[in-house]
């Protein structure tokens, strides 16, 4: 008996540790200086994060005219069928489309290599970041210097 109360006791005791160990971190007061790094990450993940939306829509849109011209090859490509001088003509159109289909997943593969790059820099962001208090005045002071940096350019 001695035993199971002091194997609870000890259970408790675990248990209480590592939801104390789960518990999130107060959150750190940051330099001015940690803040402007903070601020300059933020705003260049935005940054990316819009080039890479938009590199994204042209991709969509290329791949969307892609599977149009498919689609038109293969009825072309009934129509053509025992013609030999058309189908020379077809054989170049094909041969076209396919440059055309690697240079697209190529573009796709590094906006892919591209968004991964973005994703890790939002971890790194959030583990820098993430969870800070500032100084109300401190971040006011960063977006007058910015302000005036961005009147002189």
């Not at 025992?82 to 240079?103: L, P, Q, S, T, Y």
Request: hydrophobic share 45%.
């Amino acid at each position: 008996m001695k035993f199971l109360l002091s194997s609870t006791a000890l259970l408790l005791a675990a248990s209480a540790f590592a939801a104390q160990a789960q518990a999130p971190a107060a959150p750190r007061m940051v330099s001015k200086d940690e803040l402007r790094v903070c601020m300059n990450s933020e705003a260049d993940l935005a940054t990316r994060r819009q080039a890479l939306s938009a590199r994204n829509e042209v991709n969509r849109a290329e791949g969307a005219a892609i599977r149009a011209e498919a689609a038109e090859m293969a009825e072309e490509m009934k129509a053509v069928e025992g013609n030999e001088a058309k189908m020379d003509r077809f054989n170049r159109k094909v041969k076209a489309h396919n440059v055309r289909v690697e240079a697209a997943r190529a573009s796709s593969n590094a906006l892919r290599g591209d968004l991964e790059g973005l994703n890790k820099g939002l971890g790194d962001y959030n583990a820098s970041c993430g969870g800070i208090t500032f100084s109300r005045d401190d971040k006011e002071a960063i977006l007058k210097e910015r302000e005036a940096a961005a009147r002189k350019n």
